[in-house]
C-alpha cells in the first residue's frame, strides 16, 4: 500500500476507463533524470484482449519520449 501511495501522490501511476470501470493500470517506477520504467501493467480479467493495456502503455510511453524506457512484463502474464 506505501508504493501504490507513493505512485498516485508523484503522479506516476495512470487507468484506463470504459464504461465507467477501470480497465487497466500501469506505472512508472524506477524514475530518473534519464531513464524510467513502465511497470505494474494489468488488466482485469474481464476486459482483457480489447487493446486497454497497450493504448494505456502507448499514452504513458509518449509521455516519457525523451527518456530511455523500459518495460517490464511477467512471461506468464502475456498471451501468445
Given at each position: 500500500m506505501v508504493e501504490a501511495r507513493e505512485l498516485i501522490s508523484s503522479g506516476?501511476?495512470?487507468?484506463y476507463e470504459s464504461e465507467g470501470e477501470v480497465t487497466s493500470i500501469c506505472a512508472?517506477?524506477?524514475n530518473t533524470q534519464n531513464v524510467s520504467a513502465i511497470t505494474k501493467?494489468?488488466?482485469?480479467p474481464k476486459w482483457r484482449?480489447?487493446?486497454f493495456a497497450e493504448h494505456l502503455v502507448r499514452n504513458?510511453?509518449?509521455?516519457f519520449v525523451t527518456k530511455s524506457l523500459t518495460l517490464f512484463a511477467k512471461l506468464s502474464s502475456c498471451r501468445h
Open positions: 506516476l501511476i495512470w487507468i512508472v517506477t524506477r501493467v494489468y488488466t482485469t484482449r480489447r487493446g504513458v510511453t509518449r509521455r
